[in-house]
């Protein structure tokens, strides 16, 4: 249980290297060229798409009419639409794979994957919709600070400084090892802190789990069905393939089907209620420990959703297996 919960916390401050696009692009590339000492080209990676990601999620929510009503996770997840019938997706996957993009654009399919696509969106936004402001770029300048090793008043000025003088003064002020020490001792005191949430978090875990034994299932089945079609796909090319693809694909569609709305009655009626509460018991802790970095933008009802939307995806996909 420790070392999940030191691995819960390590994940609430990196969470938030997402919220550097606060301090300005000088502050954030000064940042990176200090992270990218300790962290690989993937990392660094990973955080210019959490970057963008929060900054469109922050334009969303800056977008909407105030007179707007106030969404809800749970409103969105509500309003998940109807999904496709089988007949409809194996006339969408025809299309796809004989690369007919008129059919594509016309199929109820590709307005179904809109809708779920802008509730996604709306999801994402939620989650820094009722964000301080200050607390973000103070959260900001905390998670700099343990990434670079720099102090918040060596941050200021390396913003003042030419490009050309960053890097080197960042080779100058950087100390990786009183950077790692700090972060192990925030990961230390966050566990420390959120240690009353562990065991629903281990009951929101728990329902993923639920899901993933289902999706296994699945799996097995569309693997039994893969067999009846390895031999010819292995020798046909071209159209003759796309056809066999179209037929195995036509076999499995009503097991995505069943799989894909068990799994959303999982998250949306078992999971969600414990999202709900993990999130309600976080602000109470959060009130208690106003110094936390930035915590609130690991929103496990926020996650609940994007998973939620995220398993339509199955719906579309031809699982290929290698004997």
Known sequence: MRKKLFLFAACLIGVTFASQAQLGDVLNRAAKRAAQKVTSKMVDKAVDAATE????????????SPSEPQATVASLMSQMPELPTAK???SYKEAELNEQAFKLVISPVTSFQAKVLNLSSQVSALAYSNLDSAAIVNSAYRSAELSTGLTREQLEYLSTLPDDQQQAYIQAHYNPAAASQATTREAQALTSVFEPLQPLIDQWDAVG???????????????????????ALASAQGKERNKILLQYYSDIVPLHLKSVTQALQIRLNKQLPIAEQI???????IAQHPDAVLPQVLNYTQMTATFYFLEVSRLLEIPMYNE
């Open 53 to 64: 990601s929060v900054n469109q999620s922050l334009d969303s929510v800056q977008s909407q």
């Open 88 to 90: 409809q997706l194996v």
């Open 209 to 231: 789990k639920e899901i993933d034994n289902l999706y296994s299932s699945a799996d097995s089945e569309c693997k039994s069905v893969f067999k009846k079609y390895a031999s």
């Open 279 to 285: 999130e309600t018991r976080k602000a109470e802790l």
